[in-house]
């Protein structure tokens, strides 16, 4: 239908500079965790102010490990919104925890900081916020509740580095700060994470846990402690990140830009509730409107494929997880949150990446238009 090249919800910016410092890495003889991964982490932990930085293969395996730096198990409870992608959840469970799940609030989409309090029984040890799209979470009210309470808190912060609360960017402050480099993310290494941390000695048990709980001794020896498993990223991947890592502040720069434009070009009348307008916090990790399922003829993957049709590729993210089989045979059941639920039955990732030009956004637009107008009731 469309003579335009296909534009996809998202797309990594990788430059050539940053494909060059792959192809030393390949050549030099060393392409596993070495000196790349040492001067990433240096660079990662100068930005949040000197905090310990360790990096993984995956945020999940940060979320993960985090949760064993907390001493978190069976029996424990970690309190989190279904509204977020699987790995929120299933962490807890690998740990052996139990998740208690909190609605989301309909304005921000992120976890209803408001209902946290009635949720917090004696086995809770830790709440896991969600900085849904990159919009964080509320951070002076999550802290005040977590010390009230003694509770650790474990930023997932998969989606939003970069993002600011009060003037401060995540992962310059707070407990332990997960953030993910995975392709759709503001910055990447194709796949990976790191976990920001407290103290040297989170940061001596962390490197342990990511690989094998090896501990090497100054005289050549080893040995192993805790039980460790295989996360650790490689020099291949670090070097992107360090090429990505400069252009972060202007990739989110661009994101902002584009993002205002989809709020000027979007057709309101069309029914559909745009996300929060935040331009001093969010790193517009993601556009995402919520479909007027209930006005319209087509179902949202009627209208995921009639944009496809035009060209135009468009995402979900996410479902509410606790419908999923897994957590529905741990009990969970539908209309048990539903704002989450809402919300997730009718979102759409619309396409936002730092290389579109103005005239994409203005594509989108009048694609939406298009496929949404004559599907109206
Ligand atoms: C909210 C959230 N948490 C956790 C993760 C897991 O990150 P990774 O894919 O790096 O394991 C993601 C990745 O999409 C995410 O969006």
Redesign the pocket.
Known sequence: MSTLPFLPFTRPSIDEETIAAVGEVLRSGWITTGPRCRELEAALSARYGGRPVRLVN????A?EMALQLCGIGPGDEVITCPL??V??GNVILQVGATPVFVDADPATRNIDLGAVEAAITRHTRAIMP?D?AGLPVDRDLLYRIASQHGLRVIE?A??SMGAHWAGREIGSFGDLV?I???A??NMTTT???CLVMNTDAEAALFEKLRLQGVVRHADGTMDVDVLGGKSNLTDVAAAIGLGQLKRLDAFNARRHSLARRYFERFDRSLGCELPPADFTHSNWHMFQPLLPLDRMSITRGGFIDAMKARGIGVGV?YPAMHRFKLFRDLGFRDGQFPVAERIGDRIVTLPLFPAMEDSDVDRVCDAVRAVLEPALR
Request: hydrophobic share 40%; no cysteine.
């Open positions: 995956s945020a999940t395996a979320l977020s992608w790995a929120t969600v849904l997932d998969a989606q997960s993910s480099f995975h759709n993310k796949e990976g994470g993210h």
